[in-house]
């Protein structure tokens, strides 16, 4: 102890250089100590942040979104997340479903069969009906990525869905001649349909606001469409539906499903040596007459191929061969503003001319067209020689903007694509929701009302819109 505090003690007389002398050495020791400790953190904390806790990839952050919209779809929902809109698919007597493709099988010479939920559907421009039912027939697990929630329940749905298969209806006797064909009737399918969900408690419940319908071929369900027109209609176009019937505020378009194989070569036109292209069926009727007039105008125009052909297997190889060699292919008005040529066109990276002044295009708050068609107004399409001249401006350059535009945007197309078709109209079908719940609480407050002419609760579709011609 004496030691220490002799040590420890120092005299006024002592010489204080030793001491002052060794206290910077020691200080710069200690910032150096300080400086490398911390370094050191730094160094533990970046490598613990970027292999243990690194950011998702888009794919990965996608993916962990849906999963966690689908934990969260039950009644709690702490984050306070939107839920996703739960759906609940009837289970249809065979009679609306199994049963047409029975019949429309029978009427080309099939046989019965002892179960006919083992037959295969058609192929056919409106199988959207199939797509949409076999999705919801698979198991929720299988259906993770989904914008909507299939519930067995159907107290707990949101929205309920008809499954019923109306485009095929449509067509079982077609194309047979007199005689030939079964004894099966649309029309009497139809109101069999109406009868059915009018006794039922879900579609009485809300006048069948929140059901969703398929009508995609323009004539499908016209029997029956005065008895259904509350519900979500997914329809092709509204060519031959009335205002008070269908809506763009109401309704989803949908595209057809494509019949023709998708491009799979490089972008450009050197294998395109056609610079316009179209086959289909000339004569049309109501809007589907310019198609006469354009085949008068462009038959003897060079670079153009224009055909008149129906629907058959080795007709879709020509239209197969001539999309895929062609720079642009024209797209006219049929007997209502649209056709599925559209879609062929853009699976084949054939540059669409749309020439249909009342279409409507499905996907369009996530789609510009504008971005790989050319629009033009009928009236301008009609002068002799503006199409062509019009098309042989456009650079190769813009014709591969065109082109990978198109690609892009190219599985909204297709039905068979896991994020595709189907999970998009899902997706437009489930921002219908809002609205039908304000029409359903609006119902239950009103009167009954007699009107001349639609009201306030139906925006029609495009007929007097501003056409914006090239």
């Known amino acids: 102890m004496k030691t220490l505090k002799a040590r420890g003690s120092l005299s006024p007389c002592s010489s204080t250089h030793p001491l002052v002398s060794n206290m910077p050495r020691k200080s710069s020791l200690f910032k150096h100590t300080l400086i490398a400790t911390v370094f050191f953190l730094l160094a533990i904390y970046a490598f613990f942040s970027t292999f243990f806790h690194s950011p998702l990839s888009s794919s990965d952050s996608s993916s962990s979104s849906f999963l966690d919209l689908d934990r969260l779809s039950s009644h709690e929902n702490p984050n306070n997340?939107?839920?996703?809109?739960?759906?609940?698919?009837?289970?249809?007597?065979?009679?609306?479903?199994y049963g047409i493709i029975q019949h429309h099988s029978l009427a080309r010479g099939g046989s019965p069969v002892p179960d006919v939920t083992t037959l295969k559907y058609p192929g056919h421009q409106h199988m959207h009906e199939w797509f949409l039912f076999s999705d919801l027939s698979r198991p929720q697990s299988d259906r993770l990525g989904s914008p909507v929630i299939k519930v067995s329940d159907p107290e707990e749905a949101d929205l309920f869905y008809v499954p019923v298969f109306s485009s095929l209806s449509l067509i079982v006797n077609a194309g047979r001649p007199p005689g030939s064909g079964s004894d099966y009737s649309d029309e009497e399918m139809q109101n069999q349909l109406v009868d059915w969900l009018k006794g039922h408690e879900y579609w009485k419940r809300n006048s069948g606001w929140d059901h969703v319908i398929n009508a995609g071929d323009p004539n499908a369900l016209y029997r029956g469409v005065d008895h259904v027109k509350n519900a979500v209609l997914l329809v092709s176009d509204f060519g031959r539906l009335r205002p008070d019937q269908g809506s763009l505020v109401k309704d989803v378009?949908?595209?057809?499903?494509?019949?023709?194989?998708?491009?799979?070569?490089?972008?450009?036109?050197?294998?395109?040596?056609?610079?316009l292209f179209f086959m289909g069926n000339r004569y049309r009727k109501e809007g589907g007459k310019i198609r006469d007039l354009l085949f008068q105008i462009l038959e003897n125009e060079d670079d153009v191929v224009i055909k008149h052909g129906t629907q058959s297997r080795e007709n879709r190889r020509a239209a197969s061969r001539g999309m895929h060699t062609s720079k642009f292919c024209l797209n006219p008005a049929g007997d209502t503003p649209s056709a599925c040529r559209l879609f062929d066109s853009i699976v084949s990276l054939c540059v669409p001319v749309i020439i249909s002044d009342n279409i409507e295009l499905p996907f369009e708050d996530v789609i510009d067209y504008k971005k790989f068609a050319v629009f033009v107004e009928t009236t301008t399409a009609l002068k002799p020689g503006y199409l062509v001249?019009?098309?042989?401006?456009?650079?190769?350059?813009?014709?591969?903007?065109?082109?990978?535009?198109?690609?892009?945007?190219?599985?909204?197309?297709?039905?068979?694509h896991p994020n595709g078709?189907?999970?998009e109209i899902w997706r437009q079908v489930s921002q219908k929701l809002p609205l039908i719940k304000y029409m359903i609480n609006r119902d239950k407050r009103l009167t009954k009302r007699e009107l001349s002419e639609p009201n306030c609760s139906c925006l029609c579709s495009n007929q007097t819109g501003i056409i914006n011609s090239v």
Not at 90 to 97: A, G, I, Q, S, V
Request: glycine share 2%; net charge positive.
């Open 81 to 97: 997340f939107p839920q996703k809109v739960k759906v609940f698919m009837y289970d249809l007597p065979h009679k609306f479903t």
């Open 253 to 275: 378009i949908i595209p057809y499903s494509h019949r023709i194989s998708a491009y799979t070569g490089d972008f450009g036109v050197k294998d395109r040596t056609t610079l």
């Open 389 to 416: 001249s019009l098309l042989r401006k456009v650079s190769e350059e813009q014709i591969i903007e065109y082109q990978k535009a198109m690609k892009e945007v190219r599985r909204y197309y297709d039905y068979t």
């Open 421 to 423: 078709t189907v999970n």
